[in-house]
């Protein structure tokens, strides 16, 4: 089981960035995909997660309103839409797939986890 993200790259502030996180080797169609992010010295936080059937999405508070998180079962890919970029939003980003058909927060509600793709927004 392998989960590539991509889409990382340096921007602007206000500007937009696609990640997007390509699973190989099963698919995730019943469970909950989700993405986090980690800046040096800290904790890897959540962003945002969306349920297997793609009905349910949440999102931290820090980026409600400005990144909107879907997938596509067909590509069995998860996609993070970034727009109205923050300095602060620089980080590296990571995917997951859950354990479970709905997703949280906590890290250790997600199993598998994507290689991390780099965000760097300067102002």
């Known amino acids: 089981v392998q989960l590539q993200a991509s889409g990382g790259g340096l921007v602007q502030a206000g500007g937009s960035l696609r990640l997007s996180c390509a699973a190989s080797?099963?698919?995730?169609?019943?469970?909950?995909l989700g993405w986090f992010r980690q800046t040096p010295g800290k904790e890897r936080e959540f962003v945002a997660h969306?349920?297997?059937?793609?009905?349910?999405?949440y999102y931290a508070d820090s980026v409600k309103g400005r990144f909107t998180i879907s997938r596509d079962y067909a590509a069995n890919t998860v996609y993070l839409q970034m727009n109205s970029l923050r300095p602060e939003d620089t980080a590296v980003y990571y995917c997951a797939a859950g354990r479970r058909p709905y997703g949280s927060g906590n890290r250790s509600d997600f199993g598998s986890w994507g290689q991390g793709t780099q965000v760097t927004v300067s102002s």
């Open positions: 080797g099963r698919t995730f169609s019943n469970n909950a």
């Open positions: 969306i349920s297997w059937n793609g009905r349910a999405t």
